[in-house]
């Protein structure tokens, strides 16, 4: 089993898009990283970590011996390139602003992508061998609502611009566990249990 089956124009398209903008905030950053352009960057990169497990040729697929929690293992090493992407940009930021809060937005980045990631597993047991576009679209859709309308209560500060980063690491952290274990959990092979004959 390979990485082929990958959309990688989408996956590295998207990645791509991410680290143009990035690019962009440590060209112009000051004193103070722009969090919301460092957002609109993350963005990006989960629509792009939204379709590695898409299998156009599930069909296909599944009749080889590869399993699917082995195929879902070897696609999700494709998120080294939106990941990397926003890990170097981070360090790109701080070099240029050193109040950036690094840890917390690598965490606030992962946690984003997993949840992609998980969401995409979640759909493709529910039969869609192509989940990435919806996916990309709810979570895009929900990072802008939350962004632009800030719904969400004080205690759940999922996108913290001056304080309460601490609760955002730990609620990110939480996220990439729960997603962690979501993606695996939906990803083992269902076997049904073979009748015996009388």
Known sequence: MTLRGVDWAVVLGGSGC??????????????????TYLRLALLALVAAAAFILDEPAAAAVQATPTTLIRRTAVRTTALGAPVSVWVLGLLGIEQRAASTPTLALLLEGAGAMAVAVALAACLRLAGDNEPGDIIASVCGAAILAILLLNPLPRSLPLFPIAEGWATSSALWASLILASTLVTIGVSRDRRHPQRLSP
């Open 18 to 35: 991410g680290a143009g903008i990035l690019l962009g905030c440590i060209i112009f950053t000051g004193d103070t990283p722009p969090l």
